[in-house]
């Protein structure tokens, strides 16, 4: 462990004797002037959630420098192969009045799958992230989000790059690009200086924590494995529904949360808990969810500038009904809540049950109840005390995406009513798994008493 410690300072030396430039300058520019959507000179992937109700802030920025391309050894720390690469890219920041500030700052990877850049995990927390006080940051990180973007509005993104170019494939600056950004962030104590831009406004951050789901998760995952290590920017880490073996020999807290979905391809080798490296599965979750794609459909429709009420998720052609209704979002406001008080006083989060496996090879199969819903894992009380079948599995042949979609089948009248034989029952049922979970540490309080009043409304059990 004292060797490790000590690798940041050796290879910082040897950059410098290489003539490596390990801490690449940047410069930022903003914010950037913008108009409301639909106008092509809005922000690209402005959000759908109403931040002026909580007292929220919108910018744009262009962050320009140079980045390194560094080698990516399997669980190790990497090394510089290149430098001097110059990249362009936007970041967008969502902070709160400065009385509102609790101190914490996520920065999100954004997600490029399928092409146009998609704050996920804006999407699935933002309401709990503005409640709480949190400032955020996005960034584009990926050329094919740029690409879109130029596409979609050349006049404002036309100068952005992170090819190099086109001298640097793989998206090989994304790492330097997105630690620019965590660097470009002050925390208390420090000083903006003269001429310096301050992508927060005055306020100070305590903790800076880098989110990312899917494909950004996997990429935060070789980002803390490889590249983290070589300068350490980042308080902690959510890595979310991707990503595989995460080193946890480092000084940084990592959580890493998953769907259902998430864990067909991994389950068969699970990571173990440690000091500095906490999972945890949610049953019955998919890595594309109802609330996924209900935030979608509202982000889509801002930037035509159509109504963001009555919106509908996508159709999927897929075999079964798609998307599951196990509000995987409570379980990550809880768990931010849980990273937060990690980073700041060691107070490690909660150990939670992982999903059963019934079979690992050939390929993982869960172990399941009769209604086929999965075993173990964190087990909400839309899961626990079921009304339908939801799983994080699915498939068709006309749609490439239907596996990360999941499925929701409602069980009929006569299953309810076979289960739940009042009103009552069921939410004394639901009452009791909340309570569980409450105090287990998996959801907040306010996720609770939604939770039940919502069980207190339904048409089950009459």
């Known amino acids: 462990m004292k060797i490790f410690r000590l690798l940041p300072l050796i290879l910082s030396v040897l950059f410098l004797e290489q003539g490596f430039t390990a801490v690449p300058p940047i410069v930022i520019e903003g914010p950037i002037m913008a108009e409301d959507p639909p106008s092509r000179n809005a922000i690209y992937s402005a959000s759908a959630l109403n931040l002026v109700a909580h007292g929220y802030t919108e910018e744009e920025f262009f962050i320009s420098g140079t980045g390194n391309v560094y080698s990516q050894p399997y669980l190790a720390t990497g090394l510089v192969e290149s430098s001097g690469h110059p990249f362009k890219t936007r970041l967008v920041v969502r902070r709160p009045a400065p009385q509102e500030f609790n101190g914490v700052v996520v920065v999100e990877w954004l997600n490029v799958t399928g092409g146009p850049d998609k704050d996920i995990d ?19 990180a990926q050329q094919m989000g740029v690409d879109i973007m130029e596409a979609w509005g050349s006049a404002r993104y036309g100068g952005l790059d992170m090819t190099s ?6 998206d090989a600056l994304s790492f330097d690009a997105f630690a620019a950004v965590g660097r470009a962030i002050f925390r208390r104590g420090e000083a903006s200086g003269t001429g310096v831009t301050d992508i927060l406004d005055g306020l100070r951050a305590e903790q800076i924590i880098a989110t990312g789901h899917s494909q950004s998760a996997s990429r935060l995952a070789t980002y803390i494995n490889s590249i983290h290590p070589l300068e350490s920017i980042f308080d902690g880490f959510m890595v979310h529904g991707g990503g595989g073996l995460i080193r946890d020999d480092q000084p940084v807290k990592i959580f890493k949360l998953m769907a259902e979905t998430d864990m067909q391809r991994r389950a068969s080798e699970p990571q173990p808990d440690s000091d500095n490296f906490r999972q945890w599965e949610v049953a019955g979750s998919s890595h594309v969810d109802m609330p996924f794609e209900i935030e979608y459909a509202k982000a889509r429709n801002l930037m035509a500038g ?10 999927t ?6 998307y599951s209704t196990v509000p995987f979002r409570d379980v990550m406001s809880a768990a931010f809540e849980h990273l937060v008080k990690w980073i700041r006083d060691e107070t490690p989060p909660p150990i939670a049950q992982r999903l059963q496996v019934s079979k690992a090879l050939p390929s993982v199969e869960f172990a399941r109840d009769r209604f086929g819903n999965v075993l173990g894992g964190i087990r909400l009380a839309e899961h626990a005390v079921p009304t339908a079948r939801n ?3 699915n498939s068709g042949t006309n749609n490439r995406f239907c596996f990360l979609y999941g499925s929701h089948e409602p069980f009929s009248q006569e299953q309810l009513q076979s289960l739940y034989n009042s009103r009552e029952a069921y939410v004394q049922a639901v009452s009791r798994v909340v309570q569980e979970n409450l105090s287990a540490g998996y959801i907040l309080p306010y996720a609770a008493a939604r939770t039940i ?3 207190q409304i339904r048409p089950i059990g009459r």
Do not use: I
Not at 165 to 170: F, I, L
């Open 122 to 140: 804006w999407w699935q927390v933002g309401e709990h992230l503005m409640r709480s006080g949190y400032a955020y940051v996005a960034v584009s």
């Open 165 to 170: 170019a086109g001298t640097v494939d793989n």
């Open 306 to 315: 159509l109504p963001l009420e009555n919106v509908q998720p996508r159709e």
């Open 317 to 322: 052609d897929c075999e079964l009904p798609a």
């Open 391 to 393: 799983t994080g599995m």
């Open 453 to 455: 009043e919502e069980a």
